[in-house]
């Protein structure tokens, strides 16, 4: 999909994305990761954000010696965030019916946001983009490069309507799902196309013998 949607003009106001919502670190997972008895929970990790939506959970659940009142602060709801900070790759995905509950996990962050002021896939679809890209540069501090939460919260939404929010992402949604059900349909075709020339092959090999 096209990015020049997102050449704002540079008169357009903007608005800080922390104050649409609020903006957290995912649960650093490893530190209370266990095989002994704990709660199996879905993490949701950068591996989940391919998608504008996150539509299924992640499998196999984990078990988490931790407290409950941790686990809430982490679990996700619908319509949140999860956005990558860590990796050179920048996504961002919405939490749907079937992904809420799950837990964030150490490489992403989430931003729960007012749904009166922004539209979460809006706000995906923006992260997503090149013109995001040029602005949340990774840090490269350590082995893997990664995005700072400051970096997040001070980032400048261009403070567009609600409908024209909503128009936008849709375009995107729509896109994205036609794009899908076309790889669908190629890989359907290709399938076909591989069982029809084996078929051939055999008959063909039981003809010589």
């Given at each position: ?11 357009l ?10 903006i957290?670190?995912g ?7 266990t095989?002994k008895e ?8 950068v ?16 078990k988490?010696n ?9 679990e ?8 990558s900070?860590r990796g050179?790759s ?5 939490v749907t ?8 996990g ?6 729960r ?5 922004i539209?979460p896939l809006f ?7 090149q013109?995001a890209?040029?602005i949340?540069t990774?840090e490269?501090?350590?082995?893997i490069?990664?995005?700072r939460?400051?970096?997040l ?5 261009p403070?567009?309507d609600?409908f ?5 992402a849709?375009i995107?949604w ?6 899908k ?8 075709r ?7 020339l084996e078929?051939?092959l055999?008959?063909?090999n039981?003809?010589s013998?």
């Open positions: 999909m096209a990015n020049d949607l997102f050449m704002f003009s540079s008169n106001e903007v608005c800080l994305l922390k104050d649409l919502g609020k957290s670190y649960l650093p997972v490893s530190r209370y990761q095989d704990g709660s199996p929970v879905h993490i949701i990790n591996s989940n954000l391919n998608s504008l939506k996150i539509e299924e959970k992640s499998e196999p659940p984990i988490l931790i407290s409950l009142p941790t686990i809430k602060r982490y996700l709801e619908i319509d949140d965030v999860v956005i900070v050179r920048l996504k961002a995905s919405v019916a079937i992904s809420q509950g799950s837990i964030a150490s490489n992403v962050a989430f931003f946001p007012n749904k009166n002021k539209n706000v995906a679809v923006l992260i997503r983009s013109w890209e040029k949340l990774p490269s501090s350590g082995t490069p990664s995005i939460i400051t970096q919260r001070d980032l400048k939404i403070t567009v609600l024209t929010q909503n128009n936008i849709e995107f729509s896109h994205e799902c036609l794009t059900k076309e790889k669908e349909i190629l890989e359907t290709q399938k076909l196309i591989d069982s029809a078929d051939i055999i008959q063909k039981g003809e013998l």
